[in-house]
């Protein structure tokens, strides 16, 4: 980067979902690893999963960080590699779920209730091996594209058999315990907001952030669920999210 800024090119363009996607601050925390400022040293725009390879293959992008199988359609067709997959960025990282206007939520309970426990029971059924072929007939009929059986089959089985060896504790998880939804996770979310400078630290913006992730309403998980961990820089706190985004914006590594 600093060779382009010399030569007086322009910056590379890295693509991801809508600003307030946990792809988005995926790729903000990787360059970051990198001693790299995502908002001086980089170009990043916001493009439609479904354009991903198309906006690749044109040269319009350097690379992107998107949700399966778009990463896996980009290697199939020749215009791109897979660098890492995204537990290897951060694992345990939250990213779809299942939500509700907060007073639509309050006054139908036993509906929210029973949403929540479907989506848990489809949790399990996807978990079982033997629903294997069901699901990838299921995933591959509903794609938004023409993904075949076979890039649904890799990303099931195991991301490392589409573009080399994959790290330590990468892989979709499909058990009920991923999807249980803890106020932490909110909070990691919030401190990446902070971070990108999308809005200003509050107390009483992280109180609300927090509230918006109900597991009393989902369904019952005996485990609690795993705090993202990103595979470099400081380690997160939802007790102390300025000391948090302050030691990420400075670049402090683990120990």
Not at 119 to 133: E, F, H, I, K, L
Not at 185 to 192: E, I, V
Not at 205 to 219: D, S
């Amino acid at each position: 980067m600093a060779r382009r800024r010399v030569a007086g090119e322009a910056p590379l363009t890295f693509g991801h979902v809508f600003p307030f996607s946990s792809h988005h601050y995926q790729l903000r925390l990787w360059l970051r690893a990198g001693d790299l400022d995502p908002d001086e040293d980089v170009r990043l725009v916001v493009v439609p999963p479904p354009f991903m390879v198309w906006t690749l293959r044109k040269g319009q992008l350097d690379g992107f960080c998107v949700g399966a199988p778009w990463n896996s359609l980009a290697v199939a067709a020749g215009a791109g590699t897979i660098l890492h997959h995204g537990p290897d960025i951060v694992r345990d990282c939250p990213e779809k779920v299942l939500a509700f206007r907060a007073e639509w939520a309050r006054s139908h309970g036993d509906d929210v209730r029973a949403l929540a426990g479907a989506v848990g029971d489809a949790s399990r059924w996807a978990a079982a091996p033997g629903n294997r072929n069901s699901l990838r007939t299921l995933l591959t009929s509903t794609a938004w594209q023409d993904v075949s059986p076979w890039t649904i089959e890799r990303v099931l089985d195991n991301p490392a058999s589409i573009s080399g060896p994959a790290l330590a504790e990468s892989g979709l998880r499909l058990d009920e315990d991923a999807i249980k939804a803890d106020p932490a996770q909110a909070l990691w979310l919030y401190a990446q907001m902070v971070a990108a400078g999308q809005t200003v630290y509050s107390r009483v913006q992280a109180e609300a952030a927090a509230t918006v992730y109900a597991p009393t309403l989902g369904p019952p998980i005996s485990r609690p669920a795993a705090t993202p961990v990103a595979f470099e820089g400081p380690a997160f706190s939802p007790n102390d999210i300025p000391s948090y985004v302050a030691a990420l914006k400075a670049g402090h590594p683990n120990p």
